[in-house]
């Protein structure tokens, strides 16, 4: 199927790319002395007198460079690498040891929520730590993630997109499937020295080898699986059928999948069990979590080794149930807006943890959400752009993201191409392993779908090192990015299957080929509703021959399948 969507973009397109490619300079070349001269640029009208202009992150005629078979080629910036270099190498004078590291990951947070991208007041959920913190770090406007929360956590942790990686959606209920047999991020991060904690949802397998003492970190203490599975079969609002039938309830009760919150420590392959998540316990998770993770950085303040802290909030996945505290403390009083102003007020306590403990300035904060908003269950998140969660439209994977390092990164916005992928190849390069050393940790046959982004956070302006983003669908290499175009190979098709009800995301469910030259154009419609391909052949070339580039190396390193589809 992935082979046939693509037949038809990439034979013409591919084609006539490579000879595109060609024929290029010789156009360029200008006119010999003492003949008219041509209207090289403008209108039959005449010559246009505008120089025009170039933008920065803007790649298209841009040739990337291989730095490893096995890996993602890179838009290289010697000058950005070496001031960045440099930059860290004072750092760690100054501190004598490579720099802590916190993921703080949310989970269903729209592109649209967070007041630094133009929600908080807006939309009725102020986010001040959230915004203060931005606004004082670099903005990532086109950051991504998968559509949906496992294949993007594995994506963080394996540096692989989901094709790679083999976790085509979440596993629910204790189906088997998880991290087992990958080199995890935590992992490598403690084979440069780093002690590695994870906190709050796990979500990447319950099997014994896909545990997270297992799969590199040292001390984890959270759940195992996804919000809704410990508590929207107890409800009777949600689930009456279960929640008051004593059968199926008992039924749900004994089922095979871990129900507690959890405390797993290296070196024990079991888990010990902290204490039952259910109606009583679930609305202060996300308190119980931050008082966790506030105890490591307050811990690891007197340590001589660095750390990596995965923190990952239970929020803002439904079923959202505040505690009291937060109970309508939101201006929009629904209980999505009440874990958003819950989730600001948790990740500003862990920056008030590394303020008092004198790590702020050594630690970098990478804040992002797993996918874009929920759609299906109100109430839910926003996104300005087309689609939700389940699909690789915008609204599914574009994701509200900023970096922050005090001192080290200057505050901006910037809209170069960054995916979460990218975050296990700068972890690993802050740590000490930058570029393609990161393959020095992995077996020959692994793909590395991320890029080393260091120089673009730390670097004064630095620029994405990413030429393209590979989007995918499901089982499917869904579309491609290359700058502001995007081509569209495999998409969801909203509306197909219900007439009632909602009409997309994972409900949307029918996914189709598109059968042509299918781009949209992300700037001028963000909304991906009018195809501009056949007005605009000459973006749809390069982007066709990047979508027949990325088509070989699945040739080469082949789709895996861990949790996938009953049609995979
Ligand atoms: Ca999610």
């Avoid at 087992?180 to 397998?205: C, E, F, N, R, S």
């Avoid at 949600?238 to 199926?248: D, G, I, K, Q, Y």
Wanted: proline residues 7%.
């Amino acid at each position: 199927m992935a082979k046939r969507i693509l037949a038809g973009w990439v034979a013409v397109i591919g084609a006539i790319a490579a000879a595109l490619l060609l024929v290029l300079p010789a156009a360029a070349e200008k006119a010999a002395p003492g003949k008219a001269p041509e209207i090289t640029r403008g209108a039959v009208t005449g010559q246009t007198q505008a120089k025009g202009y170039d933008h920065p992150n803007q790649y298209m005629h841009v040739r990337p460079v291989a730095i490893a078979e096995n890996m993602e080629p890179v838009i290289q910036h010697p000058e950005q690498d070496k001031s960045a270099k440099e930059k860290l190498a004072a750092l760690e004078k100054r501190f004598g040891k490579k720099p802590n590291i916190l993921i703080f990951i949310t989970d269903d947070m729209g592109w649209l929520d967070p007041g630094f991208n133009g929600g908080g007041e807006a939309v009725g959920n102020p986010t001040p730590n959230l915004d203060r913190l931005a606004h004082g770090g670099l903005i990532l406007t086109s950051a991504y993630s998968t559509p949906s929360c496992t294949p993007t956590r594995a994506t963080i942790h394996t540096g692989q997109n989901p094709l790679h990686h083999g976790l085509l959606r979440p596993p629910m209920y204790g189906e088997p499937g998880g991290l087992d047999g990958a080199v995890t991020l935590p992992a490598i991060l403690q084979k440069l020295g780093y002690v590695t904690q994870g906190v709050g949802k796990w979500h990447m397998g319950e099997n014994e080898g896909s545990l997270p003492q297992n799969v590199g970190y040292d001390d984890f203490y959270g759940f195992l699986g996804v919000s809704d599975m410990y508590t929207e079969w107890r409800d009777i609002y949600f689930n009456p059928e279960v929640a008051l039938s004593p059968s199926r309830f008992q039924m749900m009760e004994k089922l095979g999948f871990s129900h507690h919150n959890v405390h797993c420590i290296k070196g024990k392959k079991e888990v010990e069990n902290v204490y039952e998540i259910n109606l009583s316990t679930i609305g202060n998770l996300d308190q119980d979590w931050c008082g966790y993770s506030e105890k490591f950085i307050h811990k690891m303040a007197k340590s001589r080794k660095p750390w990596f802290l995965y923190h990952a909030t239970r929020a803002c996945h439904f079923d959202n149930y505040p505690n009291n505290e937060f109970a309508g403390k939101s201006p929009a009083r629904t209980v999505y807006s009440d874990a958003m102003v819950e989730t600001d007020a948790i990740f500003g306590r862990l920056v008030k943890a590394l303020e008092e403990t004198g790590q702020l300035d050594n630690t970098l904060i990478f804040f992002t959400s797993d996918n874009g908003p929920e759609g299906e269950v109100p109430p839910h998140g926003r996104s300005p752009f087309r689609g939700f969660k389940g699909s690789s439209w915008e609204g599914g994977v574009r994701v509200p993201t900023f970096v922050y390092w005090k001192g080290m990164i200057k505050p901006r916005r910037c809209d170069g191409l960054f995916d979460l992928a990218d975050l296990f190849n700068t972890c690993i390069s802050l740590a000490g392993s930058s570029g393609a050393g990161v393959t020095n940790f992995l077996p020959k046959n692994r793909y590395v779908d991320g890029i080393d982004q260091a120089s673009f956070l730390v670097a004064d302006n630095g620029q994405s090192n990413r030429r393209s983003r590979i989007y995918t669908l499901n089982q499917f290499f869904s579309a491609v990015r290359l700058d502001e175009f995007k081509g569209l190979m495999a998409v969801e098709l909203e509306k197909a299957i219900f007439p009632r009800g909602f009409q997309a995301g994972f409900s949307g469910g029918v996914l189709t080929q598109t059968g042509g030259v299918l781009m949209v154009n992300l700037y001028t419609d963000p909304q991906e509703d009018v195809n501009s391909g056949i007005r605009h052949i000459p973006m749809m070339v390069p982007l066709g021959a990047e979508a027949a580039r990325y088509q070989e190396v699945l040739k080469k390193y082949p789709p895996q399948v861990k949790v996938g589809f009953g049609s995979n």
